[in-house]
């Protein structure tokens, strides 16, 4: 299928900007923050609250209603690793809430290359057990590198009470050896050189590049994992490895056609982005 119109536009106008490939550090993360102004006007929420997890961890709380006893979701934001933050990803979170009608907790783990792996993997566990630990039903989500960290939450807590998992265009094998790192490597959006420049500020030197902990498409049992979503993008770096592990969890899969990697945060210019929202609440609700 071609490029969806929007997204096509939208690549267009992306010709302008330095090559994401291009940017240090810094540049980097002013970007991600920049394009939160995609997902459109953050709406409303009548609580939301940042608090510290354990001490160190910081962490925003969304309420689309004053229910006590909603059920919550733990959200990390995407960011290759090394990018994202509370603001980055805030119009989302609070649409996400709404759509799901839960409680969001998103999470501000700890970024490379300042934090090496596996501190967003211990970030992510210690974000699931402070959920679990709130007697409602809990369930995981996260986009890009953010969906690898709560695949990873989910092996790790596997067999327990999580209810669900939603991972969108997970980033979730280091070894980048997909036919779609090939197919899509440059020209729509966030390509294979970014990826791997992801990986490569993530893992320390000598790290395993299969180590389940860093790219959960490795891990060798995946019995008692929580009922998971997979969602890909057809023109996308990391369609394959994403269809991958959706086949081995045996996860409703949904690739939407003619997207590239990213579209899920910005539904104040896409429609497909609109449509996923309401396709991540369909799945969740069901398995509060």
Request: overall charge neutral; some cysteine.
């Amino acid at each position: 299928m071609p490029l969806d119109p929007e997204i096509a536009g939208f690549l267009e106008l992306q010709k302008a900007l330095p090559p994401r490939s291009t940017l240090d550090i810094a540049a980097t993360r002013k970007r991600l923050r920049q394009a939160a102004a995609l997902a459109g006007p953050p709406p409303e929420l009548p609580r939301v609250e940042n608090i510290v997890l354990a001490s160190y961890l910081r962490a925003r709380q969304y309420w689309p209603s004053e229910g006590a006893k909603l059920p919550l979701l733990v959200y990390f934001h995407g960011g290759r690793f090394i990018s994202g933050d509370l603001e980055s990803h805030d119009p989302i979170c609070r649409m996400l809430a709404i759509a799901a009608g839960c409680r969001l907790l998103a999470v501000d783990y700890r970024l490379s290359p300042e934090h090496r792996f596996p501190a967003a993997a211990e970030d992510a566990s210690l974000a699931l057990e402070w959920a679990l630990g709130q007697s409602v039903p809990v369930a995981v989500a996260g986009d890009s590198a953010g969906a690898n960290l709560a695949a990873v939450a989910a092996l790790a807590h596997r067999g327990g009470a999580l209810r669900s998992q939603l991972l969108i265009y997970p980033m979730i094998d280091a070894t980048c050896a997909s036919s779609s790192y090939r197919e899509y490597a440059e020209g729509f959006g966030p390509g294979a050189a970014d990826m791997r420049r992801g990986w490569r500020e993530y893992l320390p030197e000598g790290a395993d590049p299969s180590d389940p902990r860093a790219s959960p498409l490795f891990a060798r049992d995946l019995a008692g994992v929580a009922p998971a979503c997979v969602m890909t993008a057809e023109f996308d770096t990391l369609r394959d490895e994403g269809e991958s592990y959706a086949s081995r969890l045996g996860a409703t899969l949904i690739r939407y056609p003619g997207t590239i990697h990213g579209f899920f945060t910005m539904p104040g210019i896409f429609k497909c982005a609109r449509a996923a929202i309401d396709d991540a609440a369909g799945f969740l609700k069901p398995r509060w």
